[in-house]
Each structure stands twice: as structure tokens, then as C-alpha cells.
């Protein structure tokens, strides 16, 4: 899975503002905000779509949840959220051979990829309900 993903109609465009993983409360946390655009030859639509992703990760999987909301100009709104136990970060990747932890000091390249693989079930299902 890489950032450059995009399941939004033809024309749309992702600008993407990730912020770096962080580790707090005993959870990994990944957070990002995009703004779906429709670009052309020659006009840029605007607004675009404002979209907030959170992931956090935690040993527990009532603490670990996924979801992605929509900015309507005043406030987010939630669009889809992943529970803990469907999280591919909680069930396919470094969760199964040890739980999260505050001592962990950085993401293995197979966790960050289970991240990334969450961030891309979100924006899928957000595309379905958008478009």
C-alpha cells in the first residue's frame, strides 16, 4: 500500500498533509489530513473535500479504532469508522506477535504497513459514500 492511493473518481486529486507516527498512552498513533480536489486541464475546483484520518493502535482491541471524518466548514464529522478487532494494525500485522507497547520506540516497515493498509480500507469506504 504507498500514500499515492486514490480510489476517488477521475479528476479528483488527494493532497496529502501526514503527520509523523506517535506513540501515547500506550497506543501508536498515525494521523492525517487530505483535501480531495477535482482538477482539470485548467481549473482547479475550491473548496475541496476535507478529510481528517485517525488510526490508534493499542494492545486492547476496545482502545484501537480507525476512522476517517469529513470537515463541513465548522466542524468533522465521522464518515466510517474500523473497530479494533477489524483493524488490519490490530489483526494482520505486528499486533499477533506482541502488543503494542510505550516502550516500543519506532514502528517496524510491516507495522507501518499495516497502518498504511487501514488508511486505505478508510479512504475506499470513504470514497463509496462521497462519490
Known amino acids: 500500500m504507498t500514500k499515492n492511493f486514490n480510489p476517488f473518481p ?37 473548496p475541496g473535500i476535507k478529510l481528517h484520518i485517525l488510526i490508534r ?13 469529513k470537515w463541513d466548514g465548522t ?9 479494533g478487532n477489524l483493524m488490519a494494525s490490530r489483526n494482520g500485522g505486528f499486533q499477533e506477535r506482541r502488543p503494542v507497547s510505550y516502550t516500543d520506540k519506532s514502528l517496524s516497515p510491516e507495522a507501518v504497513a499495516t497502518f498504511m493498509t487501514d488508511r486505505q480500507t478508510l479512504l475506499e469506504d470513504a470514497g463509496r459514500i462521497l462519490f
Not at 493499542?58 to 471524518?69: G, M, T
Not at 466542524?75 to 469508522?81: D, E, Y
Request: no cysteine.
Open 10 to 46: 477521475a479528476g479528483y486529486e488527494i493532497e496529502s498533509y501526514p503527520q509523523p507516527f506517535w506513540d501515547a498512552q500506550l497506543s501508536w498513533h498515525y494521523e492525517e489530513f487530505l483535501e480531495v480536489v477535482y482538477i482539470n486541464k485548467t481549473i482547479r475546483r475550491n
Open 75 to 83: 466542524q468533522w464529522h465521522l464518515l466510517v469508522q474500523i473497530p
Open 57 to 69: 493502535s493499542n494492545a486492547y482491541d476496545e482502545q484501537s479504532w480507525a476512522k476517517i471524518e
